[in-house]
Structures are given as C-alpha cells and as structure tokens.
C-alpha cells in the first residue's frame, strides 16, 4: 500500500511538472503566432516583431535543451561510464562560446578515469546544465573549474565558477521547478539536475560567495575495479 501511494504521488509530481513545462512553451508559442499574424494582416516585415520572435524561439530553445536528457531513469540504459571522459566531452561544447566570452574552462581529472554507474546522456545533461548556469554567472571574463576527485567510495565533480554568486537568501529555491533570477531564464537547469544526480544515487551540495563565485559538488557512488 504504502509502495503504491508513493508511486502516485511521483505520478502527480511528473504530471504537475510537465503541464508547467507545456506552459513554458505555450507562452512564447502565442506569442510567435501573435506576431506573425500582425505582419500578415500589414503584410510588413516588422524588424522589431522579427526579433521579439527570435527571442521566444531561443527561449523554447532553451527548455528544450535542458531537458532533453530528462527522461525516465531507464535501468538497461545504466552502465560503467567515465565521469572523466563525460567532462571532457561536454566542455567541448562549450569552447567556443567560452572563448568568445573570455572564460577560461579548465578540466581536470588527475589524468585518470573516475567510473561511475550510470546513464551517459543524462550525466551529461548534468555538467550541461551546471556549465551553461557557470558561464552565465561569469557574464564575461572569469573561469570555471572542473575537478574530478576519487575519495574513498566516490566519485567527486566539484564545478567551480568566478562568477555572480548566489544571494543566501535564495538557496532554499536551489532546485525548484521554474525557479529562475533571469530575465529569460527557464528554472528548469537544477531541478533536472537534482533529479538526475538523485536518480544516481549521488547528491549535490552547493557553496557560494555573492560577487565572487559558486562551486557545486556532486558526489557519486564509485564502480569498484572487478
Ligand atoms: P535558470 O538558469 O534558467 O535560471 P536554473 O535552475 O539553472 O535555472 O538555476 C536557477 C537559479 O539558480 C538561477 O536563476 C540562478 O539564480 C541560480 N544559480 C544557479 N547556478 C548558479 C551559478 N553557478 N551562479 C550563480 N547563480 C546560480
Ligand atoms: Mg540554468
């Protein structure tokens, strides 16, 4: 009983959460619609429409994005992945965006492997998400700090920024669904994050210093050598 209760009770979470996320996208959608029928009734370009459009379409962008990888946990999906090779990866991504912005990434690993058992595409989403939430506290000149450690049974990732900082009082909204301080933020980039770092047995902590920067540590469940 007490099994089933709990099942419906992530039911209705999920539910909540996705008519929320269809909100999200509903908005800018009107909104596109509105400005397109405008021109199409003066049948006039509108330079100032055309970029109120862009703008929702890079915010629909943006949710998509973030959650592109939040799926389901799917057992059969888990396997030994390299939180190294990860990190490594998903800085790509990022080059050249950070080198416009004149923010430094720096990688390390030790030079070794750190093993973990999990989801490769939804671990990925997780340094995605915290890099994108690192660069846009930087704004522009700054680094962030990637460091894989192996302490005792865990995996380590310390994800460190120079950027804003985050105000105390705002660190209980850490993680809440659509909790944003952005002007076209989404909230959703921790809150997937939470859930996928929970989903693998890993937890999250964050330390932060207003106007000099935030560090996230994630722990994980190291993969004995067999
Ligand atoms: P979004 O980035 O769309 O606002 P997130 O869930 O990714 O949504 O982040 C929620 C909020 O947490 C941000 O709006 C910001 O206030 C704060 N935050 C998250 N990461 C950082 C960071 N590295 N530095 C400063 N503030 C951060
Ligand atoms: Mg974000």
Redesign the pocket.
């Known amino acids: 009983a007490e099994e089933s209760m709990i099942q419906s009770e992530k039911l209705s979470v999920i539910g909540e959460l996705s008519a929320g996320i269809l909100h999200e996208i509903r908005n800018p959608l009107t909104s596109i619609k509105g400005f397109l029928q405008l021109m199409q009734t003066t049948e006039q370009l509108n330079q100032d429409y055309l970029d109120i459009i862009m703008r929702e379409i890079e915010q629909i962008e943006?949710i998509t994005s973030?959650l592109l990888y939040f799926t389901k946990p799917r057992s059969e999906r888990f396997a030994q992945v390299d939180l190294s090779n990860i990190a490594h990866e998903t800085l790509q991504l990022f080059e050249s965006q950070a080198m416009n912005l004149r923010i430094q990434m720096v990688l390390d690993t030790g030079d070794c492997s750190h093993f973990i058992f999990g989801d490769k595409t939804q671990l990925k989403q997780v340094f995605v998400?915290?890099i994108?939430?690192?660069l846009?506290?930087i704004h522009r000149d700054g680094t962030i700090t990637i460091r894989l450690t192996s302490v005792d049974q865990y995996e380590k990732v310390l994800i460190q920024?120079t950027?804003?900082?985050?105000p105390q009082h705002?660190f209980n909204n850490?993680?809440k669904s659509f909790?944003?301080?952005?002007a076209s933020?989404?909230?959703?980039?921790?809150?997937v994050t939470y859930t996928i770092v929970k989903n693998h047995k890993g937890s999250v902590n964050v330390t932060?210093k207003e106007h000099s920067g935030?560090t996230?540590h994630l722990r994980f469940p190291k993969v004995t050598a067999d």
Not at 163 to 166: D, E, F, L, Y
Not at 179 to 182: D, I, S, V
């Open positions: 943006k973030e998400n915290l994108k939430n690192a846009e506290a920024d950027g804003s900082g985050i705002i850490l993680g909790f944003t301080t952005k933020g989404t909230g959703l980039g921790l809150m932060s935030t996230f």
